[in-house]
């Protein structure tokens, strides 16, 4: 009788154990069924032992999407050690803070990206070895640094590895900050695979579904798309593309059951033609990472009439925490749902209380999903990670929550409902206005294809409110224009300062999601006169 996965690794060993043969990976003309997956993954946990890889140390994967950057995340805590999936857009100067940060000890990368790194990796101390996919010509190693192929490497005799239990440290995963350099985040192998098995209960994952891995694996819900269809035993796509088509050409070619996306991926699938057989495989859609403008849910579940929806919100520190079921969406749109299976999801003032019915109050979940901390940031842990006030005061050791940060409301029935991160609040003329609430009406007006509103500082107002948009491809747009239809829709307080529409997508972090930080910057000086 085949043993239910406790471990990371163990979704993929698990499942191949009942169906070896059954589709596992796929990646450009590559698939790979579970046994295959699963010896791959096996073979780079002996090559780390091979290479002395001590329990608990840190692997540092920078690639792609690709088959090796899979085996290597789940071979990695398979050996007993740590994985740290870098977002390969981010930049050598990036990726050398996370390198030093968490003491990566092996590093998982191409020749290509390689070489963008050789001054960077002079200041990683910790670094002893450095593992390249084939490709380019193998580079030579700085001094103090070994270099091994991964071909070679994987072909390392079989090793015993490091004896590992739920509770042991499974991942760091560095989020991008709304200010200074980016944190890790530290999860549990319990952490993810309650995860996988939370999220694919409710998605209702099965053998069948072919899910599309289109978020970055650096990302937690980028990474779930792996760990929920290997829980279920389902078929994963790496895709790494460029423009948005590329995405519904995967969704056509690889007939895919499930798809998961942030809010400016999903409005800019809305501005293509999708065929009218996608709704006949595409089982479910599901959004994450920011609330999907009503607008944009609206085009969608016209163009798939029998696809679900699912409304989900999450946070690194947690991995997962709420949906909206579909039968839902029509009543309650706005909604990021209730807590996902084995979660609580309380909605908190200040002082610890619980807010009453529609009061705004900070989003705190506990359970087994709830993260162990920051990665060598004491102070931030203690800010986000602490006990629940009044809750079982005669536990030595209590429980501990995680408190996000955001800013919700939870109805008379339990729905929540996201108003903004604290750290996103535009505080104006005495006013705190959440950004959705500006953008919503924005893209109410089916004049913009993107649109982003933040605070920049004022000194009569406190902060001033500025938007910027894109328009679509069809519609003329100016800033007056908007600019009035704003006045006409919004109270004085929430109208813009400034209005700018642009060409082009607008500024993306290493998540995929609009970048405000960055807009803001490159406004900061208007509230003065000055023009950008």
Request: a neutral charge; aromatic letters at 6%; glycine letters at 8%.
């Amino acid at each position: 009788m085949t043993q239910e996965a406790n471990l990371l690794h163990e979704l993929i060993f698990r499942t191949a154990e009942r169906v070896p043969d059954r589709p596992a990976l796929t990646h450009d003309e590559t698939t790979l069924g579970y046994a295959q997956l699963a010896e791959r993954v096996g073979r780079f946990a002996d090559g780390l032992m091979t290479l002395g890889l001590a329990r608990g140390e840190r692997v540092g994967i920078y690639l792609e999407k690709r088959v090796e950057m899979v085996a290597a995340a789940f071979g990695a805590p398979a050996a007993g050690g740590v994985f740290v999936p870098i977002n390969p857009l981010l930049k050598a100067e990036q990726v050398g803070h996370i390198l030093r940060d968490c003491n990566v000890r092996v590093l998982v990368t191409s020749p290509e990206r390689f070489a963008l790194l050789a001054e960077t990796l002079a200041q990683c101390h910790d670094l002893r070895h450095v593992v390249l996919t084939e490709g380019a010509a193998q580079p030579s190693a700085p001094p103090g640094l070994a270099c091994h192929g991964w071909g070679a490497l994987c072909e390392s005799p079989q090793a015993t590895w490091h004896r590992v239990i739920d509770i042991d440290v499974l991942a760091i995963l560095y989020t991008s900050g709304s200010t200074g350099r980016p944190k890790g985040v530290v999860l549990s192998h319990r952490n993810m695979v309650a995860g996988a098995k939370s999220v694919a209960s409710y998605l209702e994952n099965n053998r069948d579904d072919v899910l599309l891995a289109a978020l970055p694996l650096s990302f937690d819900a980028g990474f779930s798309q792996l760990t929920t269809a290997f829980h279920a035993g389902a078929r994963a796509v790496l895709i790494n593309y460029l423009v948005p088509k590329d995405v519904l050409n995967a969704i056509v070619r690889e007939r895919v059951t499930g798809l998961t996306a942030v809010p400016p991926l999903w409005i800019q699938l809305t501005q293509l033609k999708w065929p009218a057989t996608v709704t006949e495989h595409l089982r479910y859609i599901a959004n994450t990472g920011g609330r999907m403008p009503f607008e944009t849910l609206k085009q969608l579940r016209s163009v798939l009439p029998r696809t679900r929806v699912f409304l989900m919100y999450g946070l690194t520190e947690a991995f997962r925490a709420t949906y909206l079921p579909p039968e839902e969406v029509d009543r309650r749109p706005d909604s990021i749902g209730k807590a996902i299976p084995n979660a609580e999801v309380l909605v908190l003032r200040e002082d610890g209380t619980p807010c009453a019915p529609n009061e705004p109050g900070e989003l705190v979940q506990r359970g087994a999903l709830v993260g162990m901390g920051y990665w060598n940031d004491p102070e931030k842990t203690a800010e986000r990670y602490r006990p629940l006030p009044g809750r079982e005061a005669g536990l030595v050791q209590p429980e501990i929550a995680v408190f996000s940060g955001d800013t919700v409301r939870m109805d008379e029935e339990g729905f929540l409902y996201f108003v903004g991160r604290r750290d996103e609040m535009i505080k104006t003329s005495g006013y705190r206005v959440s950004p959705n609430e500006v953008e919503e009406i924005v893209y109410g007006t089916q004049l913009v294809a993107e649109c982003a509103a933040f605070g920049v500082p004022h000194p009569a107002l406190g902060q001033a409110i500025v938007l910027v948009a894109t328009p679509k491809a069809t519609a003329e747009l100016s800033a007056q224009q908007l600019l009035a239809i704003c006045r006409e829709r919004l109270p004085v307080y929430m109208v813009p300062a400034h209005v700018a529409v642009r060409e082009g997508s607008l500024p993306r972090n290493p998540n995929g999601k609009i970048d405000r930080k960055a807009l803001a910057a490159e406004f900061a000086d208007i509230a003065q006169g000055k023009t950008t």
